[in-house]
């Protein structure tokens, strides 16, 4: 049983990003020609990615830092529908012909709020703009609280056979304090429609660090969980940024959890799900340990993205809606948050891009190295030198001397030729990572803590 040593947590506590992009969203650029950034999409080739945000709740979770809209009508889905497909007219006028799609993902927000015609209606859209791979991996995030077996059908028309389950905790003391109340019976419902379906893989997310929570809470509710029995877990470290997500402070009201309790569940999740089944795929991800993600990590293939863990590598990330973050091999773009400004944007046939990245040969190395220590919890200096076209000891002398205080702290080993992340380590990772980032220091971003 790994035990989280507190005296760790004391000292490395620390606000960081979370690595789902290198450089990190705050280092994009405001006024970044979009023409430029135009360019990099069309010069793009081989398989797509796509995502689709939307950003409709009927009521606000207060522990969300989402980008959502709460609201309780139907007509401003079926607007933002139509949004979306005039966004899609912009994006196939910049992009190769032929391209094919391999991923698709639905994020929000709550797709579901979408009524199921609406979905058949968007299905008749994607499947005319864009072409499938047979086997390609089509997922949704879905609210069992807000579920019908007929959304369960119409996503599964439009080819989904993944679907994401939010739960975040099961004691009601916890779900009436964050404005989530949700029952077992709600979350059953859900799988069965879903596996009736012929869904291929189910994934349920979590949170830690909620209110009310503790490593006994955390633990009854990882056993009512496995009862679902589902391929993949997200357990999320509750991100406290109350200056992004002002309906936060609500939850300071009811008191969270020290770092030193949170670290503790943390223990007890990664003991529970690691003796059930689930390999630790690192940060807040777990999969059965014959799940492709689980296979992708033991193979040293898997990748990071805003999506979080993915086996899918060099993959151009379209994305739609607002706030969505695209990615190509040298670039990211993200879209306006606004929806009168986004629709605006789209008015004018341009592009709805807020800021962007250009990535430089700096940040091309840095990306891989960060990708792979948050992926693989390992570095093979002889492998990235030879990938990287660098002496890669001599191009990081100064990140790895830094290292020294976390070797001597047991969080990681270091050889003549590799450095690896301890199990202890794993729970620093970000801190690990950040010794990597060139802009961190200069930046003025703020972040949730790593713990």
């Known amino acids: 049983m790994l035990k989280p040593d507190l005296r760790l947590v004391e000292k490395y506590n620390k606000p960081g990003p979370r690595y789902t992009s290198y450089p990190t969203a705050p280092q994009f650029i405001d006024q970044i020609d979009i023409e430029k950034l135009r360019l990099e999409a069309t010069h793009e080739s081989g398989p797509l990615s796509l995502y689709f945000h939307i950003p409709f709740c009927q009521s606000m979770c207060w522990f969300c830092g989402c980008t959502k809209i709460i609201s309780s009508q139907r007509e401003p889905a079926e607007k933002y529908i139509k949004l979306l497909e005039r966004e899609i007219e912009h994006y196939r006028e910049n992009i190769q012909p032929g391209r094919e799609v391999q991923q698709l993902h639905f994020g929000g927000g709550t797709p579901n709020y979408l009524d199921p015609d609406l979905i058949d209606h968007f299905t008749g859209t994607l499947h005319k703009n864009f072409h499938f791979a047979p086997n390609a991996e089509i997922s949704a995030e879905l ?230 220590l948050m992926c693989d919890h390992s570095l093979d200096f002889h492998q990235l030198s030879s990938e990287l076209n660098i002496d890669f000891k001599d191009h990081f002398a100064n990140e790895l001397n830094q290292l020294l205080d976390m070797e001597i702290d047991g969080l990681l080993e270091r050889s003549e030729n590799a450095l690896q992340v301890t199990p202890q380590g794993a729970l620093f990772i970000r801190n690990i990572a950040m010794h990597f980032d060139a802009h961190l220091a200069q930046s003025s971003a703020k972040h949730s803590k790593t713990v």
């Open 143 to 372: 609210d069992p609280r807000r579920l019908t077996e007929k959304h369960i059908q119409a996503f599964r028309r439009l080819g989904v056979n993944r679907v994401s389950f939010g739960v975040q905790d099961i004691q009601l003391k916890t779900q009436k304090a964050v404005n989530r109340v949700q029952s077992d019976e709600q979350n059953r419902n859900a799988i069965e429609w879903a596996r009736a379906a012929g869904m291929q893989s189910l994934n349920i997310d979590l949170i830690y660090g909620l209110p009310y929570q503790t490593p006994k809470s955390i633990r009854n509710t990882i056993h009512q969980v496995l009862e679902y029995s589902p391929d993949r877990l997200a357990v999320f470290s509750y991100a406290h940024v109350p200056w992004m997500a002002p309906a936060q402070k609500i939850l300071e009201r009811h008191g969270l959890p020290a770092p030193e309790q949170k670290i503790k569940m943390l223990g007890v999740i990664i003991e529970e799900l690691t003796s059930n089944g689930y390999q630790y795929i690192g940060m807040d991800h777990f999969a059965k340990v014959d799940d492709s993600l689980a296979v992708a990590q033991r193979n040293k293939t898997m990748q990071r993205n805003f999506q979080g863990y993915s086996t899918f590598k060099d993959i151009e990330i379209a994305a739609f809606g607002i706030s969505s973050i695209s990615q190509t091999k040298n670039s990211y773009r993200q879209n306006i948050k606004d929806i009168d400004a986004y629709e605006k944007r789209l008015s004018l046939g341009q592009l709805p891009v807020e800021k962007g990245y250009i990535l430089t040969p700096d940040d091309h190395i840095r990306r891989t190295t960060i990708m792979r």
